[in-house]
């Protein structure tokens, strides 16, 4: 049975009215203070902030960005604080509430931590910079000039866009907004740094595999952004049949075969490279930062990283010879990025596309199988032999299961590489970091030892 997670977060609102420059305020007689709302911690953020404003008090809103701390780095959020805005003109203000216009804020009494807020808001409006290349996607308006720009994109179709939508994430240049119309949904999505690449990947992706990227039907480069049909079927995520990840692995895996040729192109778009030779360079700054947290957390007794560093190159050179091309690699490859229907099986979300070992994707999809399967060996093998059929192709039978063998060791160290600046961010005093790459070396040493054991007894 699952658990429900029942913690609630508070967030407080700067809530824009559509038509003119004002923002909703209650008041008690002495004091205006900003609305707030309690909403589940965790999951679709911007989805549960629009429900619950209407919700209490009938506002139907779009949200633009969660508000930046006086750090200009999106990172450094203001805790628990939204920008939101109504998406209609007749917006009426609740009971106890009004519209108040922004010029006439320095003449208000407002409670000292609102006041902090609205001067925050205040003095970061008007810097388009923060929206990232000048697109005006999460700024005041975004909601009316992105879906006049989607209903003018379906104009010459027979699609008609209907008033109910779903946000799923905002950000100063970031939007993600599933729209209906007459024949189901389409998706808007705009990016903003750090991932602009995401725009450029997407795109060609759609064009050179439309099998297996969802059509895109719009783009507009100025906001990077682009609109896309809806992939028929189910997530994954919701599917519990063991064979409908095994058609998901085999479908992958020929997507990555059949990306080879693409290469170069996936590079000069942006993807990231996590082949060998930039996985070789970081196993120095990792063991040195495995030493030191050796010795700081005392976690890994008896576990000396000595030679752990010549083990990790020789197990990537290992699998450099073994001759398998780099490929379209997904580093966030989730079931919730799996859509399978009837028909065919569709990727989403490509911002952590790169160019690496193709069997290090698999590794991470093979990890949620096995939590989700409650470690059933059997639903293992089946969903590792699917992946290997594409693969028959081009590698022997032996290359194929050694290369399982050794990018079990290597997915962990790419993954733990991947958040070494989030460690050294978090400093010496943040332990949640420290003993959670500490989890990971202990891992890293299993899969290590486990490989030699199997071969000292094959």
Known sequence: MCMVDTEKQTWRLI????????????????????????????????????????????????????????????????????????????????????????????DQSFLQDDEAVIRRYLNQTGNTTLSGSGSPVGLAGSFTRVRAWVEEMLGSSDTKLLDKFLQINASRGFSLVR????????????????????????????????DCIPQILAVEPRWSGWLSAEAPGEPLWDICEATAWERAATAFAALQ??????????????????????????????????????????????????????????????????????????LDFNPGNIILSSQRCMFLDWAEAAVGHPFLSFEYFRQYAR???????????????????????LLSPDKVREAFSLVRVVAVFAYAVSLLPWVRQSGPSDFVAGKYMASLIRRLKRELSSRQSFHSSS
């Open 257 to 330: 075969i059949a990306s080879v040729p693409h290469i170069s192109d996936l590079v000069a778009s942006g993807s990231r490279r996590v082949g060998f030779r930039q996985l070789l360079l970081q196993v120095d700054p990792f063991c040195a930062e495995a030493e030191r947290i050796a010795a700081e957390l005392q976690t890994l007794p008896g576990e000396r990283t000595d030679g752990l560093g010549s083990e990790l190159r020789d197990t990537l050179r290992s699998l450099e010879d073994l001759g398998v091309p780099e490929t379209l690699v997904h």
């Open 15 to 106: 809530v824009l009215h559509s038509d003119a420059p004002r923002l909703l305020v209650f008041g008690d007689g002495k004091h205006s203070f900003l609305p707030s709302v309690e909403i589940p911690r965790g999951g679709r953020v911007t989805a549960k902030l629009n429900a619950q404003l209407k919700a209490a008090w009938n506002l139907d809103t779009f949200c633009l960005h969660p508000l930046r701390s006086e750090d200009s780095r999106d990172s450094l959020s203001v805790p628990g604080c939204y920008v939101a805005e109504t998406v209609s003109r007749d917006g009426t203000a609740p009971e106890t509430a009004r519209w108040l216009p922004i010029t006439a804020f320095a």
């Open 179 to 210: 729209f209906e119309t007459n024949h189901g949904g389409v998706w808007f999505k705009a990016v903003g740094e750090p991932n602009l690449r995401e725009f450029s990947i997407t795109t060609k992706l759609a064009a050179w595999f439309p």
């Open 371 to 393: 939590r989700s399967f409650l470690n059933d060996s059997v639903v293992d093998e089946n969903i590792t032999k699917a992946y290997a059929i594409p693969w028959r192709q």
